[in-house]
């Protein structure tokens, strides 16, 4: 048996999409984008939706929609994927690293308010595992401070806050689109706001720079256009945004699906005692992007690695989700960060795994999973 811990649910319907499209006109800035857009616009109850190449290029194009230079603050947790904070070293910007909740593992708060200064421009809130941060609270930091929140929400497309969509929680929000996570189109990003002014800089960041686009350029009659601000190729092209259609009808299935999944993982686990799972708290509908366990502090128990091993060596895929972005040795070489400074987070990358969850994984293939949990954990 091999259960991998992500997987896509790729259908007929889904292959039928895109094959229409390759025999199409257009490969790439044609009418799937927009349509694309609008749908998930829609879908979300946003007024803009912008569609990119990758999660991580949505990410820079946030920033730069809210002009963050060198000598910019931004404030974001280091328990999440590096590229969340690569986007900020793309601009020249200050990462300022926070440590985490230790029941959920989402942006501490308190240590938030503690690192905001004078060059703060914007908080990054990642909504880890696919549980939304606490975006009231977030919200009020950013009304007393003149701070952009910002929602890396890669992990929680279909989840909710106080019955809000995420999407619709902070300043910009940011969504991937890769194979693992709720919804894919092999890669890709979507940016979610409700102001306009910004979607107009993200279209022509990820257009290079250019101004009008081609289309524009034809109605008009003319072949001129200009570069004012120059941006990068993020475009992202008509068959991968056909495939975002077809899946976007299946994102609800895929989030109750998923949600299924960590109630029986939960009625397994909740009468151990060497492992706990991470809170939820009350007011949110979890995406569960990730489903993650964590081992008590036990002495003399099975740790992290050997559970790692037998669950791999039994066909099970599991992972650490995250190794705590400060400890990457490119920050620790530019950004002088080190072991020791965020100890929640440090602490718990020693305890976590992340056990298998996706829309396709079958009650036996989970029950396959909990037995070998349970198993692996008696022994020494
Ligand atoms: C997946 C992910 C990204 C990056 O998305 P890509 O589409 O792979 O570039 C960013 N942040 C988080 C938290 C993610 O899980």
Redesign the pocket.
């Known amino acids: 048996m091999h259960i991998p811990y992500g997987h896509q649910n790729i259908d007929e319907d889904d292959i039928d999409s895109v094959v229409q499209v390759l025999r199409s006109d257009y490969l790439t800035t044609g009418p799937k984008i927009e349509n694309f857009e609008n749908r998930i616009a829609k879908y979300l109850g946003v007024k803009e939706a912008i569609a990119v190449s990758?999660?991580?290029?949505?990410?820079h194009c946030v920033l730069h929609a809210i002009g963050i230079k060198k000598g910019d603050e931004v404030i974001v947790p280091t328990m999440?994927?590096a590229?969340?904070v690569n986007a900020i070293v793309f601009m020249g910007a200050l990462p300022v690293f926070v440590d985490v909740n230790k029941r959920t593992l989402l942006i501490d708060i308190d240590a938030v308010k503690q690192n905001i200064n004078a060059n703060t421009k914007a908080i990054i809130a990642?909504?880890?595992a696919g549980q939304p941060c606490d975006y009231n609270l977030l919200y009020k930091l950013s009304q007393q401070n003149g701070i952009k929140i910002i929602a890396?929400a890669?992990?929680s497309l279909g989840a909710t806050y106080h019955n809000q969509n995420v999407g619709q929680l902070a300043d910009l929000t940011?969504f991937?689109?890769?194979p693992?996570?709720a919804i894919t189109s092999g890669?890709?990003?979507v940016i979610t706001t409700e102001n306009t002014e910004w979607a107009k800089t993200i279209k022509q960041f990820r257009n290079n720079g250019i101004l009008s686009d081609y289309h524009e350029r034809k109605r008009k009659g003319s072949w001129v256009y200009d570069i004012v601000n120059i941006g990068y190729n993020y475009r992202i092209t008509d068959f991968q945004c056909a495939l975002g259609i077809s899946q976007l009808h299946k994102l609800s299935s895929h989030i109750k699906k998923r949600q299924a999944i960590a109630s029986l993982y939960n009625a397994a686990f909740e009468s151990c005692t060497t492992i706990s799972y991470l809170d939820v708290e009350k007011n949110v509908s979890h995406a569960y992007?990730l489903y993650v366990i964590r081992l008590n502090e036990v002495r003399d128990g099975v740790d992290q690695q050997e559970l790692f091993s037998r669950l791999t060596n039994q066909g099970i895929g599991v992972n650490v989700?995250y190794k705590p972005v400060h400890l990457h040795t490119y920050y620790q070489k530019h950004y002088n960060t080190a072991d020791g400074m965020y100890p929640v987070a440090e602490k718990a990358y020693k305890q976590i795994l992340s056990l298998p969850i996706y829309p396709t994984l079958s009650e036996n293939e989970v029950e396959y999973v909990i037995t070998n949990v349970l198993k692996a954990l008696e022994s020494n």
Do not use: P
């Open positions: 990758s999660g991580t290029a949505a990410l999440t994927f590229s969340t990642v909504d880890y890396d890669c992990h940011v991937s689109m890769h693992v996570k890669e890709g990003g992007h989700h």
